[in-house]
């Protein structure tokens, strides 16, 4: 019987006992490995969805929102902004473009953007089948939208007031699927297109049934106050960065802010979240730790006779060393295994869960590159803790424990 069958068959005489310290590491390392996916995704999609936008400009309320519902689409909006203050913003000559985002409603819970042709262009969007809207009432859909609705070209539909589904729908206005855009792995992905103009036309009429005995006011005040969600622009130069922001800010009620800013802040806001829970995770490995060091320490005491009678029959110091080493081993090796695999698939609930509620699709799970390190750190703590009661066992003194019969 070689050292690993014997190491297995004394973790399968304490089963139960070996079983809870296993567990314990394994979930330790899931907790860690989950955290590293999905910490590391939505950071490389935050990043491709900020690509190219040095400032959003919308009504004044929480920075952090007017990135979240403007940029990343996953907030409600701080309110609206007059489309005659947005384009003299857009005709700054420190603006190198500007794109109009004008929000509102939704199909199915994807949100129904109005905004210009510049929009996807911006992503490097293709079509991947049929033509940009060319008139009111016409859409484009992002492919995670057209995949999960069963939408094609050439069919109608009907939005829902609001950006959740479940508001009031829109079904004397329906939209007219034009074309379908290939997969760009950024925001575009997850969203309806069409021009600013359709969003105008569907809530203005919302508003004439809401005050029909003011219509006459309501005729003026549309043609003279529409408005947007927010501004997406992109700077001419550097110097841009300093000056603009703070003329914006000053000289207007409205808001500009810095999306690079506001995604590093919610980066580190999460980074304290996941530092708290890899704490919490770190103190399980540690207490398995401790486990298999009790557990092996324990097992090295009860069985000093055995390993005298071992000694006795011509196993050498080093054979009982390696045999206590191997056993905290097996079990690390086994927390390992266990803690990969469900890690594994808790990241890909976890990133699951995240495209179902918020539509935000993750990569497949992989292989992160820390796992390595954590695959040694693993492996090194379950031998540290296996190191004392080795020792023990190597110094069992045979004629001792023979003469005693114990």
């Known amino acids: 019987m070689n050292i690993l069958t014997l190491s297995l068959a004394n973790l399968k005489f304490r089963a139960l006992n070996s079983l809870f310290h296993i567990i314990v590491l394994a979930l330790g390392i899931a907790a860690i490995i989950t955290l590293l996916h999905i910490s590391q995704q939505l950071e490389q999609r935050f990043t491709r969805d900020l690509k190219g936008i040095d400032l959003v400009v919308g009504a004044k309320g929480s920075p952090l929102q007017l990135i979240l519902s403007s940029v990343f689409h996953i907030d409600i909006p701080t309110g609206n902004i007059p489309i005659s203050e947005a384009e003299k913003i857009g005709k700054n000559p420190m603006v190198r473009s500007s794109i109009p985002i004008a929000l509102g409603d939704n199909v199915q819970g994807f949100r129904i953007v109005g905004t210009s042709q510049d929009y996807p262009t911006h992503y490097g969007a293709e079509l991947a089948e049929g033509v940009y809207w060319n008139a009111e009432m016409q859409a484009v859909l992002g492919s995670d939208v057209a995949r999960r609705t069963g939408l094609k070209v050439g069919d109608t539909f009907s939005g829902s007031h609001g950006l959740t589904q479940g508001g009031e729908a829109h079904s004397e206005f329906p939209y007219t699927v034009k074309g379908i855009l290939k997969q760009t792995g950024t925001v575009i992905d997850r969203v309806v297109l069409t021009d600013v103009e359709s969003v105008w036309h569907i809530h203005e009429h919302h508003q004439h049934h809401e005050h029909e005995a003011h219509e006459e006011e309501h005729h003026h005040a549309e043609n003279t106050n529409r408005e947007i969600t927010a501004l997406l622009i992109a700077y001419k130069s550097p110097a841009a960065a300093v000056t603009l922001p703070r003329l914006i800010n000053h000289n207007s009620t409205l808001q500009a802010t810095s999306p690079a800013f ?131 066992a190597y110094r069992t003194n045979i004629a001792t424990i023979l003469s005693k019969g114990i």
């Open 262 to 392: 506001e995604t590093a802040r919610l980066i580190k806001i999460m980074g304290v979240g996941s530092e708290a829970i890899t704490v919490f995770a770190g103190i399980l490995m540690t207490l398995a730790a401790l486990g298999f060091f009790v557990t092996l320490y324990t097992a090295v005491n009860e069985r000093r006779y055995d390993i005298a009678l071992m000694r006795s029959l011509g196993a050498t110091r080093q054979t009982i060393f390696r045999f206590v080493l191997a056993e905290g081993l097996t079990l690390g090796i086994l927390g390992v295994f266990v803690g990969f695999v469900l890690g594994h698939i808790l990241a890909s609930v976890a990133a699951s869960w995240i495209e179902q509620i918020h539509h935000i699709a993750l990569n497949a799970v992989g292989f992160h590159p820390q796992e390595g390190y954590l695959l040694l750190l693993a492996i090194g703590v379950s031998i540290v803790a296996s190191i004392l009661p080795a020792i023990t």
